[in-house]
């Protein structure tokens, strides 16, 4: 098959381009800096044309207010020219419980992209994942200082990137699910917790400080992890760590 895999140079993408070219696809990474547009729409039907799938992987430049109008924009001309081009399958990434935490416009507008593709023309997929063991440490300097880390006792299930490409590359292989697949880690911390681990692995002295106000998952509950139907992938993270 071939896919087209927008967003295909990043973090996720890179690794879902090798697996699926190593598994005997053919598989198209495509950038906006290789000439792929999703906002103004430049290159986009190009990048479309002949793909059995599309996997969107981009993402909004900021998590602020300003994400809604990134995610409908890109995904009203991706799936545009995608029907043109007569493509079969179109998978996205997203956030387990992206659609219970109405208080983070990032979530609200990754709850909106899947409204569009799942109310759109073609056959779809959404891979929910939870947070990246590889965002910890920017997750962390978003409320230190010199000495103290504040981080809120939010439960999170964190999961490497390389399961999540994983995953993305065996849905995208598949039929479409017309629906959602959640992801996750093997295991649930708090997010102190996960801070203090870091830390103490990475000889850093800093203390974490729970503070349940600190940061952009202060409002993020613990009804946001995955439930039991979730697909849990094999990395833990003192292993990632390690």
Do not use: C
Not at 159 to 174: C, M, P, R
Not at 176 to 199: H, K, Y
Request: net charge negative; proline share 5%; aromatic share 6%.
């Amino acid at each position: 098959m071939k896919f087209a895999v927008i967003g295909g140079t990043g973090l996720i993408g890179s690794q879902v381009v090798e697996i699926l070219n190593s598994a005997g696809h053919e598989a198209v990474p495509h950038s906006k800096s290789g000439g792929v547009d999703v906002i103004s729409g430049r290159g986009l039907g190009e990048a479309v044309a002949g793909a059995d799938v599309v996997v969107n992987l981009t993402n909004s430049p900021t998590f602020d207010e300003a994400s809604p109008a990134f995610f409908r924009t890109s995904m009203e001309n991706l799936l545009a020219e995608a029907r043109k081009g007569g493509v079969g399958h179109f998978v996205i990434l997203s956030i387990v419980g992206t659609d219970r935490v109405p208080e983070l416009a990032y979530y609200r507008a990754k709850a909106l992209q899947e409204e569009i593709l799942a109310a759109g023309p073609i056959p779809y997929s959404i891979v929910r994942a939870t947070q990246f063991m590889e965002f910890m440490d920017a997750v962390m300097s978003w409320t230190a200082d010199a000495g103290t880390v504040r981080l809120p006792a939010t439960p999170v299930q964190p999961i490497a990137a390389k399961d999540v490409a994983a995953a993305v590359a065996e849905v995208a292989a598949g039929a479409p699910l017309n629906g959602i697949r959640d992801i996750a880690g093997p295991e649930i911390f708090t997010l102190d917790e996960l801070g203090r681990i870091t830390l103490a692995r990475k000889g850093d002295d800093r203390t974490v400080v729970t503070d349940p106000t600190a940061g952009m998952f202060a409002v993020v509950k613990g009804d946001v992890l995955t439930d039991k139907d979730a697909h849990l992938a094999p990395t833990r993270y003192t292993d990632w760590l390690s």
